[in-house]
């Protein structure tokens, strides 16, 4: 749980739920240009270690289009998560990382 005590732990499968949603509300671009992104931190480790929970997923990406964010705070309304269950702020500090 969160500090502020806002949002729901998940595990390594609501994860895969939750970024599948996210996915499945993404509109395709003008420009058909697809959001790429690498998923780092506590939820990369949930799906290689049985048991553990995150409140968030930590990505890096490109910048984090409007669409993309839309699309996540669509499935945080709809399964309690914190606004910013997914988030890029992670990636401060990391050298540039082709994704």
């Given amino acids: 749980m969160t500090a502020s005590g806002a949002g729901a732990d998940f595990d390594n499968r609501e994860s895969l739920i939750y970024l599948s949603e996210v996915d499945a509300e993404l509109p395709v671009p003008d420009d058909?240009?697809?959001?790429?992104?690498?998923?780092?931190?506590?939820?990369?480790?949930?799906?290689?270690?049985?048991?553990?929970?995150?409140?968030?997923?930590?990505?890096?990406?490109?910048?984090?289009?409007?669409r993309l964010r839309a699309a996540a705070a669509s499935v945080a309304a709809r399964h309690a998560l914190r606004p910013d269950w997914i988030s890029d702020a992670a990636k401060v500090g990391l050298p540039h990382l082709d994704v």
Avoid: K, L
């Fill in 32 to 66: 058909g240009e697809p959001v790429e992104i690498a998923v780092i931190g506590g939820a990369a480790i949930g799906f290689v270690v049985p048991g553990r929970v995150t409140d968030d997923v930590d990505v890096i990406s490109e910048g984090m289009p409007e």
